[in-house]
C-alpha cells in the first residue's frame, strides 16, 4: 500500500484480536508482515502458550497486551467476557455497556450503521 499511494510517511497496519481467535488461526501467520502485525489482547481462559512462544515473544510483529493479577481477579469474577461481539450486540438491543469499553469507542461505534458491524 505504501508504495502504490507513494506516502511520505509508510502507513503500518496493526490488527487487535482477542487471544482465542489467536490461537484458532495459528498464531494468524499471515498478518505478520513488515507493515503490519497484530496486537493480541489477553481472554481469560485462553492458553497462552502459543503467543508467550520464544517465536512469538522475538517476532517484533506481535504485540501481546497480557493480563496483570488484577485483571485476571476481574475477570474471573465476572459472569461475562468482555469483547467486541458482545458490545456490538449489547448496542444493538440498547443496552448499556459503557463500563465495558471507552467512551470514545462507544461513539465511533454509534457511528456504523448496524448492518455493516
Known amino acids: 500500500i505504501n508504495k502504490k499511494l507513494n506516502l511520505p510517511n509508510p502507513i503500518r497496519v496493526i490488527y487487535v484480536i482477542g487471544l482465542d481467535s489467536f490461537n ?7 498478518l505478520r ?19 508467550t512462544s520464544k517465536t512469538n ?6 504485540f501481546y497486551v497480557s493480563a496483570n493479577e488484577e485483571h485476571v481477579k476481574i475477570s474471573s469474577t465476572e459472569s461475562e467476557d468482555i469483547s ?3 458490545i456490538r450486540e449489547k448496542l444493538k ?3 448499556a455497556c459503557e463500563h465495558l469499553t ?16
Open 24 to 30: 484458532r488461526y495459528k498464531g494468524m501467520r499471515s
Open 33 to 51: 508482515t513488515p507493515q503490519g502485525g497484530i496486537a493480541v489482547t489477553y481472554r481469560h481462559g485462553e492458553d497462552q502458550r502459543l503467543i
Open 57 to 62: 515473544r522475538n517476532n517484533p510483529n506481535i
Open 84 to 86: 467486541s461481539t458482545l
Open 93 to 95: 438491543k440498547n443496552e
Open 102 to 117: 471507552y467512551p470514545s469507542v462507544l461513539e465511533h461505534l454509534k457511528t456504523i450503521p448496524p448492518e455493516n458491524q
